[in-house]
């Protein structure tokens, strides 16, 4: 501090011999310009002296060295001229900050060119060395990322993003002593890149594909470098100082991973993403229900933003699965404490988590197993005491409607599992139970159970040998995605039982819209994707009527002809043993899937019971 402080008063004395003398390329210059690169904001004149038109004299496009060529003072000088201009960002602003904010985006094309030969210089400089002129440059990119009217040329001027996703891949590079706040800013400038594309409405793969180029090519390691930060952070998050540098990370993450199908998001998901930063949710709730800091309260931001957008962001819903594990419900209602405190916009934003996106989850078996522990806490005063203010409770209606309604299926499939896990025999003439689990399964597809040779071969010639092949590639690809056994299991269960409970809305629809259609042609549908679900009868007598959804299927590109025929068939031999087939549509993330469920009640449309 002395040092500079005496630097501050030979500067201050005669501060246009300065600029003069940091004009000539030579030493003396050199000593001059590195001065008053220190201290030129701190000393007002320096501006009507034209000092930023001395930096920029050293930064000129037409001067930069070819790459490779061997590093001489006129580097040094650009380098100092690149520190000097990261100061400006601190400057009041005025007319004169105007002026000189212009000239330096007319040289642009020149400060990202003589960065960019910098970063070559010394990319294979000693550690120690190799740090300090990537801080600079740090410094320098973090400073103007910050002004609104220089993020469009930065992100317009070729090779820019590639500079500073290079300068943030590189930031673990380990030297015996640097501010924090450098780390930060890298993170922060190329989180601020990545959101000037997203404003500008874009989420071009081709800028993510930029990224992941300038940082070796492979978007694992670029999700799995960025993990691990958000992890470190999360170690030594506080109240106060400790949480800027996640809010940094999960604001990278967030803008990393925006385009819905790119290697990035995929990376996120399978790097075991959203539970990773479900604990740092975690660990953000416990700091926030003793301290709610304003910086805690901005990071508690930036989480909301992410789940809202990557918890079911998936093509598959386990990642909902996975944050209910990682406590992300506790975490909720400990955080919501903090809301007054935020905008109204993102307030709707975190109810909308709960409200919108979490209750058709509760179709999942592992879901409701999932969110149990958050449902018994809140038996507890304090998360009674939270639960217990209106915003919150209405945003949890939905999910606790859904649940209630649900958990009987539910506890009758516990129950079952947990009297020795018995099978029921899957020829639908028999259906016998046996509590030893004795019976043998299909060879082909895995799926169906049979209490003896002769109920195989019966329910071969009925309706398996129809369905036996489909079975298989659905089991095939079930697995494939690593969803729970159970899952599928209970959601045949649920489908039955939402069907029965139901029996009476299904008749009044039927017969309301098709009085005069024969009961094979139609198939009762059930909804999940709706809160509440909601029921309608098909006529699969039309053409492409069985498959229709007003969202995505799961099929793939060219299958939907071969699934409505073999739909087809299903029906017709179903409907020969007297049962019907009910086709349900639920929610996978970001799209959703249909499935077709033999219900055992026998003849379901001639039956007018509602018992």
């Given at each position: 501090m002395e040092y500079r402080n005496d630097i501050l008063r030979k500067v201050g004395a005669t501060p246009a011999r300065y600029i003069a003398t940091a004009r000539q390329r030579n030493r003396a210059g050199f000593t001059a310009l590195r001065e008053l690169s220190m201290v030129w904001t701190d000393i007002p004149v320096t501006l009507d002296l034209r000092v930023v038109d001395l930096f920029l004299s050293h930064l000129r496009e037409d001067s930069v060295p070819p790459s490779g060529r061997q590093w001489q003072l006129d580097a040094d000088f650009a380098f100092f001229a690149l520190s000097a201009?990261?100061?400006?960002?601190?400057?009041?602003?005025?007319?004169?900050?105007d002026v000189q904010c212009t000239a330096i985006l007319r040289a642009w094309p020149g400060i990202n060119k003589w960065s960019q030969y910098i970063y070559d210089a010394h990319i294979s400089s000693p550690p120690d060395r190799q740090r300090m002129f990537l801080d600079g440059l740090i410094k320098v990119f973090f400073s103007f990322s910050e002004v609104d009217t220089f993020s469009a040329p930065m992100v317009d001027t070729p090779g820019c993003l590639e500079l500073v996703t290079k300068l943030w891949t590189l930031d673990d590079v380990p030297v015996a002593?640097?501010?924090?706040?450098?780390?930060?800013?890298?993170?922060?400038?190329?989180?601020?890149?990545?959101?000037?594309?997203?404003?500008?409405?874009?989420?071009?793969?081709?800028?993510?594909?930029?990224?992941?180029?300038?940082?070796?090519?492979?978007?694992?390691?670029?999700?799995?470098?960025?993990?691990?930060?958000v992890k470190k952070c999360t170690k030594s998050l506080d109240a106060h100082g400790g949480s800027y540098n996640l809010v940094a990370q999960i604001d990278v993450l967030t803008h990393l991973c925006m385009p819905n199908v790119h290697p990035l998001r995929k990376a996120l998901y399978a790097g075991d993403g959203i539970p990773l930063v479900t604990s740092a949710f975690v660990a953000l709730s416990l700091i926030l229900s003793r301290d709610p800091t304003e910086e805690a309260v901005t990071l508690l931001d930036l989480f909301i933003i992410f789940f809202s957008i990557y918890i079911a962001g998936d093509s598959d819903y386990l990642s909902v699965i996975r944050a209910a594990k990682a406590g992300f419900l506790l975490a909720f209602l400990d955080c919501s404490a903090a809301f007054p405190r935020m905008s109204q916009a993102t307030i709707d934003r975190a109810?909308?988590?709960?409200?919108?996106?979490?209750?058709?989850?509760?179709?999942?078996?592992?879901?409701?197993?999932?969110?149990?522990?958050?449902?018994?806490?809140?038996?507890?005063?304090h998360y009674a005491r939270l639960f217990a203010v209106p915003m919150t409770q209405a945003a949890f209606a939905p999910f606790f409607s859904q649940r209630v309604k649900r958990l009987p299926a539910l506890?009758?499939?516990?129950?079952?599992?947990?009297?020795?896990?018995?099978?029921?025999?899957?020829?639908?003439?028999?259906?016998?139970?046996?509590a030893k689990n004795k019976f043998k399964i299909c060879n082909g597809c895995r799926s169906m159970y049979y209490c003896s040779p002769e109920c195989q071969k019966l329910d071969w010639k009925a309706t398996h040998r129809n369905l036996c092949k489909s079975l298989n590639t659905d089991r095939s690809r079930y697995l494939a995605k690593n969803r729970p056994k159970s899952d599928a299991d209970s959601l045949q269960g649920f489908v039955q039982w939402t069907t029965d409970v139901n029996f009476a809305a299904f008749h009044e629809i039927a017969e309301r819209n098709f009085p005069n259609i024969p009961h094979e042609y139609l198939m009762p549908c059930i909804d999940f994707t709706r809160v509440p679900e909601t029921f309608s009868v098909k006529n699969i007598a039309v053409p492409?009527?069985?498959?229709?959804?007003?969202?995505?299927?799961?099929?793939?590109?060219?299958?939907?002809?071969?699934?409505?025929?073999?739909?087809?068939?299903?029906?017709?031999?179903?409907?020969?043993?007297?049962?019907?087939?009910?086709?349900?549509?639920?929610?996978?993330?970001?799209?959703?899937?249909?499935?077709?469920?033999?219900?055992?009640?026998?003849?379901?449309?001639?039956?007018?019971?509602?018992?």
């Open positions: 201009l990261a100061f400006l960002p601190r400057l009041p602003r005025d007319t004169k900050y002593s640097r501010s924090a706040a450098t780390s930060i800013g890298v993170a922060q400038t190329l989180a601020s890149l990545l959101k000037t594309f997203a404003c500008r409405g874009s989420t071009d793969p081709d800028i993510y594909d930029r990224v992941v180029e300038a940082a070796g090519g492979d978007a694992e390691f670029v999700i799995q470098l960025c993990l691990d930060r109810l909308a988590i709960v409200h919108d996106i979490l209750p058709p989850y509760t179709v999942y078996r592992s879901f409701l197993e999932a969110t149990t522990p958050f449902v018994e806490k809140l038996d507890e005063p506890l009758c499939e516990i129950e079952i599992k947990n009297e020795g896990s018995p099978r029921r025999c899957d020829n639908m003439k028999c259906h016998h139970l046996d492409g009527v069985a498959l229709a959804t007003d969202g995505d299927n799961h099929f793939e590109e060219g299958e939907d002809s071969r699934w409505e025929e073999e739909l087809r068939v299903i029906v017709d031999k179903f409907h020969q043993v007297g049962m019907t087939t009910v086709q349900s549509l639920r929610r996978t993330g970001t799209t959703v899937e249909l499935m077709w469920t033999p219900i055992e009640r026998r003849n379901f449309w001639t039956d007018k019971s509602t018992e």
